[in-house]
């Protein structure tokens, strides 16, 4: 081999085209398979588009649900509302009819017009319910009192 010397304050480049050849084998070999490297097969570039493809769907997919959800809050918040107004609207309407009654006329024509009188002491009949329930079966006639 020749040696060359250099003259001057410049080097001169040592990857001049056309000397690939020069090159040794080894070093031309690591060359080739970082280009291999750099490069896909059928099947990675398969994976990668199907693995877009499923990332895609399932961001759209859930996407849809928080869009779902957030409409179901919304319709949530205004049935609520709704219920709140007509709760307003039925005790007001409830009050009124509470205020509007005269229960000395009730009376009045409970007493005169359709004969009933209060309650004699024999007519009571107390009993206890055991249980402590809020209503009562009736099982039998309820004695007559007389």
């Given at each position: 081999?020749?040696?060359?010397?250099?003259?001057?304050?410049?080097?001169?480049?040592?990857?001049?085209?056309?000397?690939?050849?020069?090159?040794?084998?080894?070093?031309?070999?690591?060359?080739?398979?970082?280009?291999?490297?750099?490069?896909?097969?059928?099947?990675?570039?398969?994976?990668?588009?199907?693995?877009?493809?499923?990332?895609?769907?399932?961001?759209?997919?859930?996407?849809?649900?928080?869009?779902?959800?957030?409409?179901?809050?919304?319709?949530?918040s205004?049935?609520?509302?709704?219920?709140?107004?007509?709760?307003?609207?039925?005790?007001?309407?409830?009050?009124k009819?509470?205020?509007?009654?005269?229960?000395?006329?009730?009376?009045?024509?409970?007493?005169?017009?359709?004969?009933?009188?209060?309650?004699?002491?024999?007519?009571?009949?107390?009993?206890?319910?055991?249980?402590?329930?809020?209503?009562?079966?009736?099982?039998?006639?309820?004695?007559?009192?007389?």
């Amino acid at each position: 081999m020749e040696k060359r010397y250099v003259y001057g304050n410049t080097a001169r480049k040592l990857n001049e085209p056309g000397r690939r050849e020069e090159m040794p084998l080894h070093v031309q070999k690591r060359a080739q398979a970082k280009r291999r490297a750099h490069r896909m097969s059928f099947g990675y570039l398969l994976f990668l588009s199907l693995a877009v493809l499923a990332t895609g769907i399932i961001l759209t997919w859930y996407i849809t649900l928080q869009a779902d959800i957030t409409a179901s809050v919304k319709q949530v918040s205004i049935l609520e509302a709704q219920l709140n107004t007509l709760k307003q609207d039925n005790d007001e309407a409830y009050n009124k009819a509470v205020s509007s009654l005269d229960l000395e006329e009730i009376k009045r024509i409970a007493i005169g017009e359709y004969g009933m009188t209060y309650a004699t002491e024999g007519q009571i009949i107390t009993y206890s319910d055991g249980g402590g329930n809020d209503y009562v079966r009736q099982l039998a006639p309820i004695p007559d009192g007389n």
